[in-house]
Every structure is written in C-alpha cells, then in structure tokens.
C-alpha cells in the first residue's frame, strides 16, 4: 500500500484507536493475512500491543515507547509489530486477554503479547513504563532481552507458547450442560451479600466498576422473595453511583468505573455500553422503588447519548477518551473561581456547595462534581427554600456545561459498534416505553434502521463496525444477540411512543437476525460460539458464559430466544435457550454471580409467561392512558405485543397479537397467560391491579420465594 510521508500502515485504518498510531515511528501493521505472513516470512516473533480510543494507560504508553525513535527501533528490529482495537476485534482481546491473565495474574489495557509467528503466546503484560522503575521491568530493557532469547534461546519460547496454548484450550474446551438449579439464584445473592459495601455500596473495594447485571439481578430476587435487604443493597449502590462522581453531572452519563470505593473519583472516560446498562437498571429500580430521582437519572443518562453520542445518520458513537490536552480529567473538574466567573453570587454559592467544590478540591487540588448531601440539606444551611434552589440550581448547571462546551473537549471515539448499538436501542426502547417520551423511540428507530441498513451485509449477515463511510468486519455473535434484542425491545415500546405504521418490522427483523444466529454460532452441546462457523481461524474459538463489561453473549443470546419463542409460539427456540444456559452450568455452580445475566434469563425462560397485547393507534391518547399504567408495574419477564389496526401486517406474523382487536372502537390491552387471555381492559384504573395479581401469579407458579 502507498503510504504517506511519516505514516505506517495503520494510515489506511478507519479505527480512531488504530488512526492515533499511524505516525508513530513503529512499523505497525493491523491484524491480517499480510502481518501473519510477513513474520513467518521474516522469521520473527509477533509484538501485538491491543488498546482502544479512549484508555488512558494506552495514551501514556504511546507517549513514553511508542513515539520514541529509539524504542520504535528496536520494535521494528527484532518483531514483527501488530497494533489491534480491541472493540473492533473482541474475539482477539479474549483469547490474547486469557493468555496474559495466565501469565501475569491480572489484565487490562494497552495488552502487549509476545508470540510465535504461528501466534503462539510466549510472554505478555499490561502496560510497561519506557525504562525499569519500581520494581517494573522497563519496555526498552523488555524489547532487548525478548529480541536476544529468540536468537539464542528460541526452542525455550516455543515450547513455552506451546504449553500456555495447550492450557488456553483446554481452558476453551466446554464441560458437559449441567441443569440449573434454583437455588443458584440465591447462592449468587448470597456472594453478593457477603462483598457489599455497606457503607458506600458496591460490591468489593477499588475500584469499583459499575455492577448492572447484579442489580438487576438483585431487583429480580426481591420481587420473587420480599426481602427488603435485596433492595437495600441495590439502592445503596444505585445512589452512590448517582450521587458521586462517577455521574456527569452536567452533561448526564456516567465514566467507565470508580478508582477509589466512594464512588467519587472516576476513571473518566465513558463508554455507551455502560451508559446503556445503567440507564436500563435505573429505569427498573424507578418501577420498582417509583423513585421519581431514578427517572431523572435514567432520563439524563439518555438524553445525553442523544445529545453527544448520536450521529445524524443515526448511529452511536462509542466512547469519549478520559484525557483532554493530554491530561485526565481536565475537561470535567472545577475551582470555586472559576464557577463565580460563570455564575451570579447567589447560583455560585449554592453550585459549590451542592456540588462540592472547595478550595483545596477533592482530587489532586481540583473539585470532582459530586452531590454528597440532598439539595434540601444544603438549600436549608443557605437560607434558602427547597423550591427555590431547585429553580436556581437549574439554571445554573445549564450555564454550567455551555461553558464546559468552550473548552478542549476529549477525543470521541465515532465509530459505530453493532452490539453497543443494539443495547442502546434497547435502553432507549426502554426509557420511551416506562417514561412515555418520545425522543428515546425516535432516537432507537433512527439507530435501528442505520444498523438494518448500513451494517447489514450483502448475504445477509452483518457488519461489526461502521466509521468514515465504511462499513467492515464481520459481525460476532454479540453483534446479533444484542441488536435482535434490542429491536425486540423497540418493539415493545412501539404501541406507547412510536409513530410508525408497522412496528412489527421490528420483531420480524429480531426473528430474521435470530435464525442466522442460531445458524451461524450454535454448537452442537448448545452453547453459541463467540464467533461464526465460517470466521477467520484463529489459535482458538471462545464461547463464554460470564458476564464482563458487558453482559454475556451467551445469556443475551438465549434470551433473544426466550422473547421471540412468546412472540412467535416457537417452544423450539425455548429449548434452545434453556440448552444455551445449561451449556455454561457447571460454571455458574462454581462462581454463580459472574453469570447473573444468564441467571435473569434462566428466570425468563422458567417463569409462567404474562403476555401484554396492546390495540390501538400510536399517539392515541386512549392507549397512551393504559400503557402509561402498565409503565409502573415492574415485569421483567413479560413479553409486550402492539396491534395496530388497519396496518399493513397488524399482527406482524405474531401468535400473541393475533385476533387482538379495539373494544368498541377504543382502544385494550389484553393480558395472557400462555396466550390466554384475560377479558381485555379499557379503564386505565384495571391496569395495575391487572397486571400486580398476574406478575404474582407467574413468579409463584415457576420459582419459589426464595431459600
């Protein structure tokens, strides 16, 4: 390829990660056929360093080596050197994250891997500084002494890869199903229990990333048991995230994780995949709880995704960087004088004491937002009425973040990532459907049809990634699991808020994506591959069951499954979820609340289903009185069918929304059970009796109370 004066081969890349690295001195190559070959070629061992746009330590480590003439020297002497985006390439992150856990005892990014040229781990670490300093061996001092043992000690490395490689797959290699007990859920309760935090919420000390999985899980198990401590420990850690800095609280959206256990210094840099879950866990614990401040949380989480992380075709970007002008941080912190520069006497003081910026600040001399009192506490010691400081607090947060606009902003991450992008669909659908606005539906539709549009491939599968114009790499099973579930959601939402004909395209589209699923990352035992039958071969195949920083393919998978089987009374697609879980049981018995994803799912297959079909146009104030009413009921398992009359498909192909028809002209809402149905409602005031009287039913007649 022709390269640019002072560019390496990354140059050509569309990645953001990639594109920060193409002028590096280092002659890096992407992952591909040509890297592979040209270091079998040139019989040198691979040095594959995977990071993403908006990691910190992968800013600092290109400061330190990267850029540096000399390292890059002895980078390009003695390897052949292989820079990857870890979000465009999860199958590698995994196998390569896996093999340095193995020999470092821990992980995390920028990754550097050493390797055969038949890819083979020998040697891999985190984040080297440029020279040994504190008992941390240095890149350059690393780089020299890897270079002299492959010449004179080669036949050592190679039988080292070969021993890490033979103990990776058998790492990979799937015990027999296991079936799941009940009592998994409350033993995963339980380990929750006995690692809260107590005293800031959480679950285990710094730093503390955010738990979404495991509170919903805990929101799950209280609604089948009563048990007031389930919903304890899960406000407890809801709030905590809110209240400390680890929620923007100007813009909306929370950071990446929390370094220290309050909850109030964060790792700055945001994720939408975080963003989504959390917007999603929030909006059950407002259902649950009917707290009116887990709403706002929810809905400022969203509005900022809108606000700054969708594209105008529709996509959502995937993340901005913690650093701004080459510091962390920088963009989000505040001094007293510079908030009395912005705002008047009265909205100054009371910004800085709710917010709590001080003088000596709260992070290395700067002031992290964070709201450690109620606003009603601090209004009261300024002499001031809850109503009024609410109004002036107001004001002064929007002025607030307009002039946080003004300054070097952190570098945005904008490529579009299918599976991100289907769980923010989802959390969208999700705020559109329990807070009646519609902005989160128009927003999940417009993300929607991008994705069906723009990342669907010519055969009909999928795209990973879209950037600059162009869509690439085949798409893992994340990407279809977590789409098919998030249009499954958009189209629950659709009866409530969405204004198209048929929203039914939505569900066929989820069912279309399903099938090739099943088709393309099914095992034989159950389970779904990581990757597609016909991918790339690589050192291994993965096909996890835990959750991580997002939730398990595996469990999104069956759950995708479990929804459509209700839609579409297909009892197979049941079975083949049940089976999907079953595949990772043994794994659940030994670390249950590492797969509490798939146990919120185990739970949907097992629990009697309550079907909610609505009839009705959208936007017909009529209907909108009786989803607004089942909007307040919390049913996690519930499938939600729209009927819109005289539509093109009215019943969109759908079982459960067949011979659903307006009463007298108005509009109902049928409730089912297995799809039978209830004689339907027409009074808002029957709803949530309705719906409280079934949801104990189905719980009851599928799980018990708890242990």
Same mark, same amino acid.
């Given at each position: 390829m022709a390269l640019t004066p002072g560019a390496n081969r990354l140059a050509g890349e569309t990645s953001p990660y990639l594109l920060q690295h193409a002028h590096n001195p280092v002659d890096w190559y992407p992952w591909g056929r040509e890297a592979l070959e040209h270091a079998k070629a040139e019989d040198k061992p691979i040095l594959l360093s995977i990071g993403y746009a908006a990691c910190h330590w992968c800013h600092v480590m290109e400061r330190e080596s990267f850029e540096d003439r000399d390292i890059a020297r002895l980078m390009n002497a003695h390897f052949v050197c292989i820079k990857v985006d870890r979000e465009e390439r999860p199958d590698l992150d995994d196998i390569y994250m896996a093999a340095t856990t193995a020999l470092s005892g821990s992980g995390g990014w920028?990754?550097?891997?050493?390797?055969?040229?038949?890819?083979?781990?020998?040697?891999?670490?985190? &984040?080297?500084?440029?020279?040994?300093?504190?008992?941390?061996?240095?890149?350059?001092?690393?780089?020299?002494?890897?270079?002299?043992?492959?010449?004179?000690?080669?036949?050592?490395?190679?039988?080292?890869?070969?021993?890490?490689?033979?103990?990776?797959?058998?790492?990979?290699?799937?015990?027999?199903?296991?079936a799941i007990s009940d009592d998994l859920v409350w033993q995963a309760v339980a380990d929750l229990k006995g690692a809260f935090d107590p005293v800031h919420g959480g679950f285990g000390g710094a730093p503390k990333f955010p738990p979404s999985a495991a509170l919903s899980l805990l929101l799950r198990a209280y609604r089948r048991s009563g048990d007031v401590a389930l919903l304890e420990m899960a406000q407890k850690t809801l709030d905590g995230m809110k209240n400390g800095g680890m929620q923007d609280h100007l813009a909306g959206?929370?950071?990446?994780?929390?370094?220290?256990?309050?909850?109030?210094?964060?790792?700055?840099?945001?994720?939408?995949?975080?963003?989504?879950?959390?917007?999603?866990?929030?909006?059950?614990?407002?259902?649950?709880?009917?707290?009116?401040?887990?709403?706002?949380?929810?809905?400022?989480?969203?509005?900022?995704?809108?606000?700054?992380?969708?594209?105008?075709?529709?996509?959502?970007?995937?993340?901005?960087?913690?650093?701004?002008?080459?510091?962390?941080?920088?963009?989000?912190?505040f001094a007293p004088e510079q908030v009395h520069s912005l705002l008047e006497p009265r909205q100054a003081q009371l910004f800085c004491a709710y917010y709590d910026v001080t003088p000596m600040g709260n992070w290395e001399g700067h002031s992290i937002l964070n709201t450690p009192r109620p606003l009603p506490e601090v209004a009261a010691g300024l002499g001031l009425a809850a109503a009024e400081a609410a109004s002036l607090l107001e004001v002064a947060r929007q002025r607030m973040y307009q002039a946080r606009l003004a300054r070097v902003p952190p570098l945005l991450d904008d490529k579009v990532l299918t599976s991100w992008n289907g769980l923010m669909i989802g959390a969208m659908a999700e705020g559109a459907r329990v807070l009646g606005a519609q902005r989160y539906a128009y927003s999940a539709e417009r993300a929607a049809r991008f994705a069906l549009g723009t990342l669907e491939r010519p055969d009909g599968g999928? &795209?990973?990634?879209?950037?600059?114009?162009?869509?690439?790499?085949?798409?893992?099973?994340?990407?279809?699991?977590?789409?098919?579930?998030?249009?499954?959601?958009?189209?629950?939402?659709?009866?409530?808020?969405?204004?198209?004909?048929?929203?039914?395209?939505?569900?066929?589209?989820?069912?279309?994506?399903?099938?090739?699923?099943?088709?393309?990352?099914?095992?034989?035992?159950?389970?779904?591959?990581?990757?597609?039958?016909?991918?790339?071969?690589?050192?291994?195949?993965?096909?996890?069951?835990?959750?991580?920083?997002?939730?398990?393919?595996?469990?999104?998978?069956?759950?995708?499954?479990?929804?459509?089987?209700?839609?579409?009374?297909?009892?197979?697609?049941?079975?083949?979820?049940?089976?999907?879980?079953?595949?990772?049981?043994?794994?659940?018995?030994?670390?249950?609340?590492?797969?509490?994803?798939?146990?919120?799912?185990?739970?949907?297959?097992?629990?009697?289903?309550?079907?909610?079909?609505?009839?009705?146009?959208?936007?017909?104030?009529?209907?909108?009185a009786l989803l607004g009413e089942v909007a307040k009921v919390y049913l996690p398992n519930a499938a939600r069918a729209v009927v819109v009359p005289q539509s093109a498909l009215p019943a969109g192909g759908s079982p459960l929304a067949r011979d659903k028809v307006l009463v007298e002209g108005a509009p109902a809402l049928y409730v089912c059970r297995n799809f039978s149905c209830l004689s339907p409602i027409t009074q808002p005031a029957d709803v949530v009796p309705a719906l409280t009287r079934a949801s104990a039913e189905a719980a009851s007649a599928s799980f018990g109370a708890g242990p």
């Open positions: 920028p990754m550097t891997v050493f390797m055969t040229p038949e890819q083979e781990p020998f040697f891999a670490g985190t &984040y080297f500084p440029r020279e040994s300093r504190g008992g941390s061996v240095g890149f350059r001092l690393l780089l020299t002494r890897i270079g002299e043992l492959w010449q004179s000690q080669r036949a050592d490395l190679q039988a080292q890869a070969s021993q890490l490689t033979g103990h990776l797959r058998a790492q990979a290699e799937q015990r027999a199903p296991t959206g929370f950071a990446r994780y929390s370094t220290d256990e309050r909850w109030l210094v964060p790792h700055f840099e945001k994720m939408l995949y975080d963003n989504a879950q959390l917007a999603s866990v929030y909006l059950e614990a407002f259902q649950v709880t009917g707290s009116a401040e887990y709403a706002r949380v929810a809905g400022a989480t969203l509005d900022y995704v809108i606000r700054e992380m969708q594209a105008p075709d529709g996509g959502y970007y995937s993340s901005t960087d913690a650093d701004s002008e080459g510091v962390e941080g920088k963009f989000f912190v999928l &795209y990973r990634a879209f950037r600059a114009g162009q869509a690439k790499l085949d798409a893992y099973l994340e990407d279809y699991a977590f789409l098919a579930d998030g249009l499954i959601s958009l189209y629950e939402a659709a009866g409530r808020v969405l204004s198209v004909s048929d929203p039914s395209e939505f569900l066929l589209c989820a069912q279309t994506l399903a099938e090739r699923m099943v088709r393309d990352f099914a095992a034989e035992d159950g389970a779904f591959y990581s990757t597609a039958h016909q991918h790339e071969p690589l050192l291994l195949r993965t096909r996890d069951g835990h959750d991580g920083a997002l939730p398990s393919a595996n469990a999104v998978a069956a759950r995708v499954l479990a929804r459509l089987s209700r839609h579409f009374d297909r009892g197979g697609w049941l079975d083949l979820a049940v089976r999907a879980l079953e595949a990772h049981g043994s794994g659940m018995q030994r670390v249950p609340r590492a797969f509490a994803t798939s146990l919120n799912v185990l739970e949907l297959c097992r629990e009697a289903a309550i079907e909610i079909v609505a009839v009705g146009r959208p936007g017909d104030p009529a209907l909108e």
